[in-house]
């Protein structure tokens, strides 16, 4: 049996304002999330630039699904998206 994969995968570095901001959002929502800290790791962060396109932190995967950082985190949030798309059931592209 292999392990499954948090729903919520949150790749941050240690000194990451967006990423306490997404850290206590998620937390008010009262949503599990994996932190995996890439600050010194060279190869975890080039491959984070490679799968997102981009170089900022945090990256926040939900689902497996890259759906950007903090701003969209919180974006999904105000538009109502965030728990359906955690729970499974969201359609539609992030913003």
């Known amino acids: 049996m292999t392990a499954q ?7 941050t570095t240690t000194i990451c304002a967006y990423c306490i901001r997404a850290k206590m959002l998620l937390g008010k929502r009262h949503i599990p999330y994996q932190e995996i800290n890439i600050g010194g790791d060279h190869d975890k962060r080039a491959w984070l630039v490679q799968v997102t396109g981009r170089k900022t932190v945090p990256q926040i995967f939900i689902h497996g699904r890259s759906i950007g950082g903090f701003e969209e985190l919180a974006a999904l949030d105000r538009a ?3 728990m359906p798309m955690v729970q499974g059931n969201a359609s539609g592209s992030p913003p």
């Open 5 to 11: 994969s948090p729903v919520v995968q949150m790749y």
């Open 80 to 82: 109502g998206q965030l």
